[in-house]
Each structure stands twice: as structure tokens, then as C-alpha cells.
T-cell receptor
Framework: AQSVAQPEDQVNVAEGNPLTVKCTYS??????LFWYVQYPNRGLQFLLK??????LVKGSYGFEAEFNKSQTSFHLKKPSALVSDSALYFC????????????FGTGTRLLVSP | DSGVTQTPKHLITATGQRVTLRCSPR?????VYWYQQSLDQGLQFLIQ???????AKGNILERFSAQQFPDLHSELNLSSLELGDSALYFC???????????FGPGTRLTVL
């Protein structure tokens, strides 16, 4: 079965510093990978996805993610963190059997301090 | 704003009751997905509809059912509610041929 793992429950970073939120995947075949962000009392917002092509994917709000097939990773990155980036981040993979259903990781809380 | 709407925002009810959650997908999206987010289970896929037909089922309890209507809005029915059903229920929609799902703001269900 397709799955993703987010090894860190929380990531702390100072404003202005680069941030990385980690995700590793386990899939059969080619992975379809996604990052979503959830702000308090809000729904999930799509940030970016990797289907095929360049290993560096650019998304919304200055975020990008690097797909690494050899390490089966899809880490989310941003060169300079903002306090407003503080939120819950989810990595997800499209399930191959469930038509298009998404299988989510457990989420990583990002806390950016001023 | 994703364009996906969900009503109500909050729902408080008692054990044993039945509730209906409503979702309107983005204009043009034929696929609707329902997910449950709880502290112990995380984000779990429940069920998917495409143009009125059920397409995929996840870990959806028999007490739960859903449907998608001709105008493409969807309803999730939860019956014989238990305390453990308290969660955030999200609806998402996607355009045919694309992989990106857009999520609504969710309905927070509290079962007392």
C-alpha cells in the first residue's frame, strides 16, 4: 500500500532562516506526491505536487519541494521562513488502487519564532 | 478560498443521533471526496464520488453513508453517533483528469 511518513511532529525555526519539513514515501510504481498546509480552524490548502519531471517543484507562498527517488523523500523547503508560515503541514501520496484518494502523513507542526 | 463549501461549520449533537453534512464542490469538479480528521486517526479517506456514482471506499463505518446528487453536491450521513465520531470532516473536490484535490473548510462534529 502507498504510504508517507513525516518523522518530525514539530519543527522549530527562526524567522528569516531556511526551513525543511521532511517526508519519505513508500509506493508501488511512480509516486504522485503532494504537500498541503492547514492553518488553525481552516481546511487544507494545496501547496504543491510532484507527478513527473523536474525534481525541484515550486509551489505557493514561496514553498518548494525536492523529490529524491534514491532516498524516497519529498522534503518541503522554503529559503526564508515567515512567522505566518506557522501551521500544520501534511505530506500525501495518491493511492494507486483508490482511484484518486490521498493517503496522508501524520502531519508536522511548523513553528516559526520572531 | 478553495471554492469548496461545507455546511454547517460546527455541529454539536448527542450519542445515538443522526446528522447530515453537506458539501458543494468547486464549479466544474465532478469528483467529491470525504475525509475524517481526528486526533487519534489523523486524516483518513472515507469515500469518493464521481458524477453521482461511488468510486472508492476507505475506512468508512457502516453507520456512515454518502451520496452525490445531480447538481454534484454531496452529503455525508452519520448515524447512531458515538463519542468517537467527534472529528473534523472535510470534503474535497477535483477536476476530471487532474490529481489536485481542493479542500473545503470542514465541519467540526462534536458528539456529547
Amino acid at each position: 500500500a502507498q504510504s508517507v511518513a513525516q518523522p518530525e511532529d514539530q519543527v522549530n525555526v527562526a524567522e528569516g532562516n531556511p526551513l525543511t519539513v521532511k517526508c519519505t514515501y513508500s509506493v508501488s510504481g511512480n509516486p504522485y506526491l503532494f504537500w498541503y498546509v492547514q492553518y488553525p480552524n481552516r481546511g487544507l490548502q494545496f501547496l504543491l505536487k510532484y507527478i513527473t519531471g523536474d525534481n525541484l517543484v515550486k509551489g505557493s507562498y514561496g514553498f518548494e519541494a525536492e523529490f529524491n527517488k534514491s532516498q524516497t523523500s519529498f522534503h518541503l523547503k522554503k529559503p526564508s521562513a515567515l512567522v505566518s508560515d506557522s501551521a500544520l503541514y501534511f505530506c500525501a501520496v495518491r493511492d494507486i488502487k483508490g482511484f484518486q484518494k490521498l493517503v496522508f502523513g501524520t502531519g508536522t507542526r511548523l513553528l516559526v519564532s520572531p | 478560498d478553495s471554492g469548496v463549501t461545507q455546511t454547517p461549520k460546527h455541529l454539536i449533537t448527542a450519542t445515538g443521533q443522526r446528522v447530515t453534512l453537506r458539501c458543494s464542490p468547486r464549479s466544474g469538479d465532478l469528483s467529491v471526496y470525504w475525509y475524517q480528521q481526528s486526533l487519534d486517526q489523523g486524516l483518513q479517506f472515507l469515500i469518493q464520488y464521481y458524477n453521482g456514482e461511488e468510486r472508492a471506499k476507505g475506512n468508512i463505518l457502516e453507520r456512515f453513508s454518502a451520496q452525490q446528487f445531480p447538481d454534484l453536491h454531496s452529503e455525508l450521513n452519520l448515524s447512531s453517533l458515538e463519542l468517537g465520531d467527534s472529528a473534523l470532516y472535510f470534503c474535497a473536490s477535483s477536476l476530471t483528469g487532474t490529481d489536485t484535490q481542493y479542500f473545503g473548510p470542514g465541519t467540526r462534529l462534536t458528539v456529547l
